[in-house]
């Protein structure tokens, strides 16, 4: 077991347990841990306590001279002062100094030696650190023993709370970013996915300033050219679903970055949603979860312990994290070339957008920018319409430059290597949520099929009066009459009707992107006025 000296940093524990191996944590949780046990497959089950998700709310980053100018402040990055998080630093290893032993996890983020981050992770649960080995990039034996000083610490300690009197804090969670001193400090909660996304954040700072674009995206590539497709999509819209394709290799499910040499993985594992998970619809995320997996905040029978992927009386929000190498058709190292097309996924629950339309460069920054999906109509009495939701460039909250950047980045590379961008919906045909029909899982896996064999890029196309859109004409595997949304609908003036509802809302939501984008972007978007 190795140890490691931490009071460099003000934190003198004497049994510092530095990358303890899988069965160990395993052995510490069954051990220390509330409520923790061994699933029937091998995972480990774990709690997060009262907090089943993040805190957007209470994420905080320190402005400072060097980088104040670079951030985009606001909702997702909300300012506090050094003063307060110097508070909050204290208060963290205050807490961490009164463990009698701690676990660090030194890893990197990045496939790419030339881009990766060294990370160091320093927790007071087993569970927390498991979770880290499986989600950071494990690091050899030789680079764990020349792993040197980290780029990135984060300070782990969840289990006591922030001092909610402290200027800038709301609530006993604050989850603090310090961009110049490359720390993040989490108090208040104890959900393994701060950390996971903090690093992210941490990526999507410091890689543009390279050059290099950091997106929230699953990727795949080809297995004989290796050539690359990344797929953008928010919750719901398939993007863990779509990139499980056995025909590609698997390079990530979530994060990457797109460099001049191509496309890589942040990650090292995977934290895929565990609601109704069943080997028939999801068969290589349910065989990785086994021994080496965490299982997070689900329910199991106490005499077999059999995990019930349908209660969801502790949270909807159950989740799972394995290593990338327990999918079967995952490539490792997870690096590939650049991408031949780049996949925009939306659940659409109004039902009128097409299921594939081709975009050009201004509509890829306009959409990429607009990051848009539909909810579908909640239980809530009187509530019957979907609920549109836009989040800039498909990860609004991790996002640290304005979302013009990470757009004008992406616009770039696009050009260059002659990516093809395509915008997919995976939600309703023939009317809205409640009327009309979802867009069979599998006529969206034939989209993408044509889409990766090229015959796409062939097809006839024609512009969509309201959005603009390149509506591809023709998709084998798909009936012809499905590829025109307005021909599905009984009612063609209610399909017109909702279009130009729809159009509105992206109107108006692009409004606080607007100053950022050149005139051809802005353009770029739908119509509101348009005849039947």
Request: proline share 6%.
């Amino acid at each position: 077991m190795s140890k490691i000296d931490l009071k460099g940093l003000d934190i003198d524990v004497e049994d510092v347990r530095r990358n303890m191996a899988p069965s160990t944590l395993y052995e510490e949780a069954i051990r220390d841990e509330e409520d923790a046990a061994i699933a029937d497959s091998g995972a480990l089950i774990a709690y997060s306590g009262e907090k089943t998700g993040r805190s957007p709310k209470d994420k905080r980053v320190v402005e400072a001279e060097q980088s104040k100018d670079d951030v985009w402040w606001g909702a997702i990055n909300i300012p506090i002062e050094d003063y307060t998080y110097r508070i909050n630093l204290e208060r963290a290893k205050d807490y961490l100094n009164t463990r009698k032993k701690l676990y660090v996890i030194d890893a990197f983020a990045g496939w790419d030696p030339k881009y990766r981050l060294k990370i160091r992770v320093i927790c007071s649960r087993p569970y927390h650190a498991l979770f880290m080995h499986t989600m950071l990039i494990r690091p050899t034996a030789e680079e764990l023993k020349n792993f040197g000083e980290p780029d990135v610490v984060i300070y782990n300690a969840g289990r006591f709370p922030a001092n909610r009197h402290t200027p800038g804090m709301t609530s006993k969670t604050s989850v603090d970013v310090n961009l110049e001193d490359r720390e993040m400090v989490i108090l208040g909660t104890e959900y393994a996915g701060e950390m996971k996304k903090g690093v992210f954040t941490m990526m999507n700072y410091y890689m543009p300033k390279q050059g290099v674009l950091s997106m929230h995206c699953s990727a795949t590539c080809d297995p004989d050219s290796n050539q690359s497709s990344i797929l953008f999509g928010l919750s719901g819209t398939g993007k863990t679903t779509l990139s499980a394709d056995p025909k590609r290799l698997l390079i990530g499910d979530d994060e990457h970055c797109w460099s001049d040499d191509g496309v890589f993985n942040i990650e090292g594992g995977c934290y895929a949603k565990a609601i109704d998970l069943t080997p028939d619809n999801e068969p290589e995320i349910f065989q990785a979860l086994r021994f080496g997996a965490v299982l997070e905040n689900v329910v199991y029978n106490k005499e077999d312990h059999h995990v019930d992927f349908t209660d969801t009386s502790i949270t909807q929000n159950t989740r799972g994290a394995y290593p990338i190498e327990f999918i079967r058709n995952a490539k490792i190292p997870c690096i590939a070339g650049h991408p031949s097309d780049a996949i925009f996924l939306t659940c659409d629950a109004f039902g009128v957008l097409p299921p594939v339309s081709r975009l050009t460069p201004a509509q890829a920054m306009y959409h990429f920018i607009s990051g848009y999906t539909a909810k579908i109509a909640g239980t809530e009495v009187g509530v019957t319409e979907p609920q549109a939701t836009f989040s800039p460039c498909f990860g609004g909250p991790f996002l640290v430059w304005h979302p013009g950047k990470y757009a004008e980045l992406l616009a770039d590379k696009l050009r260059k290597h002659n990516t093809n961008v395509w915008l997919v919906n995976t939600g309703w045909t023939g009317g809205a949520h409640g009327v009309g029909s979802r867009i069979k899982l599998k006529y969206t896996r034939a989209i993408i099929d044509a889409i990766h064999s090229g015959e796409l890029a062939r097809a006839s196309t024609a512009v969509d009066p309201v959005f603009g859109l390149h509506v591809v004409q023709e998709c084998p595997g798909v009936p012809s009459e499905l590829l025109n949304p307005k021909s599905t609908w009984q009612d063609p003036a209610q399909y017109f009707a909702t279009a130009s509802k729809l159009a509105s809302l992206f109107i108006d939501n692009f409004q606080k992107y607007a100053s950022g984008v050149s005139e051809e972007v802005r353009q770029a978007g739908p119509v509101t006025e348009t005849s039947v």
